[in-house]
């Protein structure tokens, strides 16, 4: 019987939540911590030998560190973002890369409900007016969001949970999404921009960053909205033009906004934040907190570790971002060949005669394209010869083959 791929040592930076450790370590790791983030050398030489990496946003995953681990298999990114690891060079070497696309969803949709009900009953000016001495109880411009309209532009994760909450809240919601998006309970589709911003009482923007979002809500977007109503954005800073924004607030046109992202966010903390927004009445500001919560970041530990744990047990690609998903159920007490190649007619024939040149018999087998890769899972009989694992290495596609034994 041919020797397995077994490495069984990760390291994890940026002080990733211990969940990620505890999940990591009872599947028969050796799990290293680090709680900054580290330069390209000190990377490299901190994770030789090491199959599973972890970062978040500030460790940069660059192609000659890549190059430089033979042993890595896949990189966690325990955040959403994977702009940090070159994905490319990645998958050229068959290291997959995992992220939490979702684990902070929840997070960001109670902290716009939150801001929603504040603005309605103008909590940043009373708490303000409190600070200073004052005490104004008054009615006057504050109400309840029952029965109000809520228009989400982008409907997608957040967009749609927000949507759930919203009308149980009593709200009606309407929504816009350039895709075509399933509306959830009662809301209500509008087919532009500009219905939607007509029809509603609250706009909220849940886009994705695309680039062709960049200044997607400015002076006409502004106008269109009904006068006296509120607006959030809790997506991306430079969908906004935050000057517009600032001259309808000025002229009492919008009635009150809650911004948590920013055209440019301050690099670190204790640096200065510079907005046109400062100083505004009834505006709320946050530091890019939407997704920031105690459970988010649980959540992403636990997430990413599975992600990463599957993939190095069985190969398991399943919302990998770089690489093609597969997820093939395991056939016990056989071994599996997990196969990165070159994306080109008739791979999976060619490994097919591999096997049945040698009398290797195929229990299950699953293959998926995308972009220039292919990936294929073989579960096989335990019988074969090193030969065959040396003549798949050998065929001019192959990128990385890697052989588990299934439980
Ligand atoms: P998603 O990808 O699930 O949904 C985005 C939706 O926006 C999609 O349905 C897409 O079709 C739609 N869309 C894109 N451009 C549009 C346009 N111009 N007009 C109308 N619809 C448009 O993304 P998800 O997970 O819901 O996240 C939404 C945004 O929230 C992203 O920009 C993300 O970066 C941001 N975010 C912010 C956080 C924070 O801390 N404030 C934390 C997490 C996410």
């Known amino acids: 019987m041919p020797t397995l791929d077994t490495g069984k040592r990760a390291l994890l930076l940026e002080n990733i939540h211990p969940d990620a450790t505890t999940r ?8 290293s911590t680090e709680s900054r983030a580290l330069g390209e050398d000190e990377l490299i030489s901190a994770a030789a030998g090491v199959s599973l990496l972890g970062i978040r946003s500030s460790t940069h995953v660059t192609e000659r560190v890549i190059g430089a681990l033979p042993d890595l298999l896949a990189v966690g990114a325990f955040c959403i973002g994977t702009n940090q690891v070159d994905l490319a060079a990645a998958a050229t070497r068959g290291v997959a890369v995992f992220n939490a696309p979702f684990s902070n969803t929840r997070s960001v949709v109670e902290l716009a409900v939150a801001e929603i009900i504040s603005l309605a009953r103008r909590l940043p000016e009373k708490n303000h007016q409190m600070h200073n001495g004052e005490w104004d109880k008054s009615a006057r411009g504050s109400h309840e969001v029952r ?21 149980a809240l009593g709200m009606t919601v309407y929504f816009y999404d350039i895709a075509d998006k399933l509306a959830i309970g009662n809301a209500r589709r509008c087919s532009t921009l500009q219905e939607l911003l007509e029809s509603v009482e609250t706009v909220t923007l849940h886009v994705d960053g695309r680039a062709g979002n960049r200044g997607f809500f400015g002076n006409e977007e502004f106008a269109m909205m009904r006068p006296r109503s509120l607006f959030l954005n809790l997506s991306r800073g430079f969908v906004v033009d935050h000057v517009a924004l600032r ?32 100083g505004q009445p009834n505006v709320i500001l946050t530091p890019h907190i939407g997704g920031s919560t105690e459970e988010a970041q649980q959540d992403i530990g636990e997430f990413v570790s599975g992600k990463l744990i599957d993939f190095a047990a069985g190969g398991a690609t399943a919302m990998s971002v770089n690489m093609p998903g597969v997820a093939l159920p395991a056939v016990a007490g056989t071994h599996r060949l997990v196969h990165l190649h070159k994306n080109v007619p008739g791979v999976l024939a060619a490994i097919n005669r591999v096997l049945a040149d040698h009398g290797v018999n195929v229990e299950g087998q699953l293959l998926r394209t995308r972009d220039e890769y292919g990936y294929v899972i073989t579960d096989i009989g335990t019988s074969y010869s090193e030969e065959v694992l040396d003549e798949l290495r050998a065929m001019d596609v192959t990128i990385r083959l890697r052989t588990i034994e299934n439980d």
């Open 24 to 31: 990591l370590v009872k599947a028969g790791y050796e799990v």
């Open 247 to 278: 001259r309808h607030i000025e002229t009492g046109h919008i009635a009150g906004a809650a911004i948590d992202v920013f055209p440019n966010e301050p690099k670190g903390r204790g640096d200065e934040f510079v907005s046109e927004l400062r």
């Open 147 to 167: 029965g109000r309209t809520l228009g989400i532009v982008g409907y997608g994760n957040i967009g749609t949970q927000l949507s759930v909450i919203a009308e």
